[in-house]
């Protein structure tokens, strides 16, 4: 068939037999059915939202202009960012037309929002600026709460430590709503932008910036600001998706279906892309007071509590090592402070905990700050910060946060934060 197709082809004035005729169709209908079948492999689309495709073919997105590494315009007005790549996945498998639109500020897109001028906006944390006039898509994005300080202010970073200090936030980004209600010991500051709040930061404008990690460690990375660093973790964190036009719940279901397509692979390679920066160059020695350097010439050797069953933080492998992060930050100290971090063998994680409120071990290696830990530990500045998630099994509807899990039966791990406090 495909030699008396070739020949038809190289040939046009050649006379269309029936049996080419029917060669010809048979062809075209395997080809229209391959690339058919691959489309609905990818994604299903329901007859309404079929048709809702068909009858809207653009739709217009305002990103917030400066909110790097998220989203933001480059050097050449180009729109780019953590979600130009999944705004740019859902013009290929949707086929919609993305018309970008750039406005001066947050501000001025919320305000067209408001106008009704903007369909989607796409990087969207909860905020009752525009939730008259939007809906959320599913999550793409935990985004984690920190307050960066700059260099004045030393040790871990509290809200009683900032009392009477300047704690700026952006003035359109749940962060300084959150300031003004659950804080009124400190003094709000409104800034336009993370970069602008990282800048005044660093002039010593403003004590502390409360933002999410990705856009301060983008910032302090990008323009080499060296006398800042992250004081304090919140312990909030909030999901970011797209805000969606309330009359559009069609687009909802359809943007919730590209995004559920994404594998975690292609996730993984957009948050590479944008969010892990390259490591700060590697220290190969400390300032010590003499006082610091006396006591561990005295303390050669600490005990220490790992969990063996805690991967990726900490775990045992197959063969019998600890391994982890908390075993590569192990492996750090000791090259920095010379002395030998000895992991206590044979122990859960509890009974652990429990030999060092005895006094039989001297160091657990990741354990959350609680009350009652306080009572027989210290603590050092925070390493990790790991958001608490709820995990339900697939009949269960969205829950979206504890509030939402009264009268559940809610499975816990023994001696976690989660069940403390």
Known sequence: MMAELNHFIRNPKMTLTPHVFVSLLTLFLLVGAGVANAQEDIIVFTPEEK?????????????????????????????????????RRISELTGLKIEILRFKDQSEVIQNVANGKVDVLPFTIKNKNIEGAMVYSNPFYLASEVIIVNEQIKGAVTWEKLRGKKVAAVASFVEYDFIKKHHPEVQ????????????????????????????????????????????????????????????????????????????EEEKSAIYRKWIILSAPEKKTRIELTGVERTWLAGHPVVRVVMDPYWAPVEFRDDEGSFQGISMDYLKRLEELLGIRLEVTEGLTWEEGVTEMRAKRLDMVTAMARTEERETFSLFTEPFLSMPVNIFARNDISYIGGPENLTGKRVAVVKATPCLIG
């Open 51 to 87: 048709a809702w495709l068909m009858a809207h073919p653009v739709i217009r997105i305002a990103p917030n202009p400066n909110f790097p590494p998220f989203e933001f315009f480059d050097d050449e007005g180009k729109y780019t960012g953590y979600t130009s790549d999944y705004v």
């Open 188 to 263: 709000a500051v409104a800034v336009d932008s993370t970069k602008d709040g990282i800048r005044k930061l660093s002039a010593h404008k403003v004590d502390a910036l409360l933002t999410s990690l990705g856009p301060a460690s983008y910032m302090i990375s990008k323009y080499g600001i060296t006398n800042t660093r992250i004081g304090g973790v919140t312990g909030v964190a909030t999901d970011a998706g797209f805000g969606i036009r309330k009359d559009w719940p069609e687009l909802t279901g359809i943007i919730n279906k590209v995004l559920d397509s994404m594998d």
